[in-house]
């Protein structure tokens, strides 16, 4: 199956702390949780699941989140009655409305019909194939703005229609990215696009970090330097440096597939990336 729904009723199970969890999903693009699907024992990894808010109280029913499956179908006791197995997917929860903005039921039956919407229980159930395109459109209109103009939001393109970034804590730190950029300059480390030259004001400033060692092939004690770890990159050199490869590739790796090419521009380094330089020694030393 391509895509579930998984049901959530704050009245009947409100373990989460719904503001924390939209907190977490902005700072770090994912919270992670394990989620019960009932009888259901096909669910693979990658599958999308749509978070379907159920319940009759201030907020009202409607689509409310998105997220993908990473984990097969697993039983696990139910801490409740440790006697029973309960079968969960874990889920990786990537985009979240705030609660009241969810799109509500009579919406996704006039615009996304084929579900009665309404009548959804149990977590677990397929949505028919012919059916995501609908709920991706819907998500894309109503669905939560990207915060980053680069990146589209999760949930509102197939798959095979986009390339994915991971995207770890490390780089959505302020005061790792601050130091970083302190450092290296807001030009992109691999091709020296720059932002604020290319579009003026609005785009001083603007440019993503890239994590050089993967967060997974970190150890819990670890560390960041934001300067030999983080490294500047616009959009398209961070989608290519993890583009069909485990192991991100190096900024040496990709000026070389640049240069290739033919596209390698030259950088220079004038007085204000010197100054930058030392600005950011500065900081490390008082930390």
């Known amino acids: 199956m391509d895509a579930i729904i998984l049901v959530w009723n704050p009245r009947l199970w409100n373990a ?7 907190d977490q999903v902005t ?8 989620w019960s699907v009932g009888r259901h024992r096909d669910i693979q990894p990658g599958t999308q699941a749509w978070l379907l808010l159920q319940g009759q109280g201030q907020h009202g029913r409607g689509l409310i989140g998105h997220g993908v499956v990473m984990s097969e179908t697993y039983e696990a006791q139910e801490s ?22 969810q799109i509500p039921t009579s919406v996704l039956a006039s615009e996304a019909p084929g579900v009665v919407w309404n009548r959804v229980r149990g977590s677990g159930r397929a949505i028919p194939a012919g059916l995501e395109p609908e709920l991706q459109r819907l998500w894309r209109e109503h669905g939560p703005a990207a915060s980053d103009p680069s990146q589209t939001v999760p949930g509102t393109y197939p798959d095979e229609a986009v390339s994915r970034v991971e995207v770890n804590r490390y780089e959505r730190s302020p005061e790792a990215r601050r130091i970083c950029l302190a450092f290296h300059g807001t030009s992109c480390a691999a091709c020296s696009f720059s932002f604020e030259v290319t579009y003026g004001d609005i785009g001083k400033g603007f440019i993503q970090v890239h994590h050089v060692v993967p967060a997974s092939q970190l150890g819990s004690r670890y560390r960041l330097d934001p300067v030999s770890d983080l490294v500047p990159l616009c959009a398209n050199c961070h989608a290519m440096a993890h583009h069909g490869v485990g192991t991100p590739r190096t900024v040496a790796e990709l000026r070389r597939a ?9 950088q220079v380094v004038d007085d204000r990336a010197l100054a930058a330089q030392d600005a950011a020694h500065r900081i490390l030393e008082q930390r």
């Open 27 to 34: 700072e770090t693009g994912r919270f992670l949780d394990r």
């Open 80 to 101: 409740s009655d440790p006697g029973s197995t309960v079968r969960y997917v874990n889920v990786a929860f990537d985009a979240l409305l705030p609660l009241g903005d």
């Open 16 to 22: 989460w702390n719904y503001d924390a969890v939209i």
């Open 258 to 266: 640049i240069a290739a090419a033919g596209h390698l521009s030259g």
